[in-house]
């Protein structure tokens, strides 16, 4: 029983260095000036801009948005994003993400990532205000409140993954190791194989190759963890050195 809670726990934890776990974040918020330009988008840890959720400004006030327009690089990005006029009237706002980077094809790493809204109106275009919240994006669910500042308020993002668990048995599918038990040399098939990992059973890195035939004739008889990093994602399957 033991063993089993162990390699549960190395499973989890090889997978979350690279996993790309998709879902939805809902961002709300409550503005309470009129009319008003806005700009909610996404920040990575680095902190480096990963993509604009909505954008809502008229003609000729889009450069009002100062720190939104620094966050995207001077570019004001709004690939991908929701955009619209002006907003003339108060109330809530709503943006979706489904985890992709701004070309809206992959699924960005999980970790930590920042929702910024910022807001001014076409009468104080020289104070616009910022509210910055922070999750963690990954296979647990997460809901946070943040901090208000003037004229925005209510904000809260819901972080919702999906059900991986028909991927990981697909991913279990996809690849195998063989022979097992071996004595020289294992082989793991499977395809856009990017590493291959030897570890022992409490998780101490033995044989690292980027190959899929690896030689384990060195390693002592006993059992042991081989860790298959791929495009599609990260497998663990356990293999015995005779």
Same mark, same amino acid.
Not at 103 to 119: A, F, L, R, S, W
Not at 143 to 167: D, K, L, R, Y
Not at 180 to 207: F, M, Q, R, T
């Given at each position: 029983?033991?063993?089993?809670?162990?390699?549960?726990?190395? @499973?989890? +934890?090889?997978?979350?260095?690279?996993?790309?776990? =998709?879902?939805?974040?809902?961002?709300?918020?409550?503005?309470?000036?009129?009319?008003?330009?806005?700009?909610?988008?996404?920040?990575?840890?680095?902190?480096?801009? #990963?993509?604009?959720?909505?954008?809502?400004?008229?003609?000729?006030? @889009?450069?009002?948005?100062?720190?939104?327009?620094?966050?995207?690089?001077?570019?004001?990005n709004t690939v991908?994003?929701?955009?619209?006029?002006?907003?003339?009237?108060?109330?809530? @706002?709503?943006?979706?993400?489904? =985890?992709?980077?701004?070309?809206?094809?992959?699924?960005?790493?999980?970790?930590?990532?920042?929702?910024?809204? &910022?807001?001014?109106? &076409?009468?104080?275009?020289?104070?616009?205000?910022?509210?910055?919240?922070?999750?963690?994006?990954?296979?647990?669910?997460?809901?946070?409140?943040?901090?208000?500042?003037t004229?925005?308020?209510?904000?809260?993002?819901?972080?919702?993954?999906?059900?991986?668990? $028909?991927?990981?048995?697909?991913? &279990?599918?996809?690849?195998?190791?063989?022979?097992?038990?071996?004595?020289?040399?294992?082989?793991?098939?499977?395809?856009? #194989?990017?590493?291959?990992?030897?570890?022992?059973?409490?998780?101490? +890195?033995?044989?690292?190759?980027? &190959?899929?035939?690896?030689?384990?004739?060195?390693?002592?008889?006993?059992?042991?963890?081989?860790?298959?990093r791929?495009?599609?994602?990260?497998? $663990?399957?356990?293999?015995?050195?005779?």
């Amino acid at each position: 029983m033991k063993k089993l809670i162990l390699s549960v726990f190395l @499973i989890f +934890s090889f997978m979350g260095a690279n996993a790309q776990t =998709a879902g939805t974040l809902t961002v709300t918020a409550t503005i309470s000036s009129s009319p008003y330009i806005t700009a909610v988008w996404i920040n990575n840890s680095t902190p480096a801009f #990963v993509r604009t959720l909505t954008c809502y400004s008229g003609t000729g006030y @889009i450069s009002d948005l100062v720190k939104w327009t620094a966050d995207c690089g001077g570019t004001r990005n709004t690939v991908n994003a929701v955009t619209g006029a002006t907003k003339n009237s108060t109330g809530v @706002i709503t943006s979706t993400w489904n =985890a992709k980077d701004k070309t809206n094809t992959t699924v960005v790493p999980d970790g930590t990532y920042t929702v910024k809204i &910022e807001m001014t109106t &076409e009468s104080y275009a020289t104070s616009s205000k910022l509210a910055t919240v922070s999750f963690t994006k990954g296979p647990t669910a997460q809901t946070v409140t943040g901090t208000n500042v003037t004229s925005i308020s209510g904000i809260s993002i819901a972080w919702v993954p999906v059900n991986t668990a $028909v991927q990981d048995v697909q991913l &279990e599918k996809l690849y195998s190791v063989y022979p097992n038990p071996a004595i020289s040399n294992i082989y793991v098939s499977g395809s856009d #194989v990017k590493e291959v990992e030897i570890c022992s059973l409490v998780g101490k +890195s033995l044989i690292s190759s980027k &190959e899929q035939n690896v030689n384990i004739s060195a390693l002592p008889k006993g059992l042991y963890l081989v860790v298959v990093r791929a495009k599609a994602g990260t497998v $663990v399957k356990k293999i015995q050195k005779l």
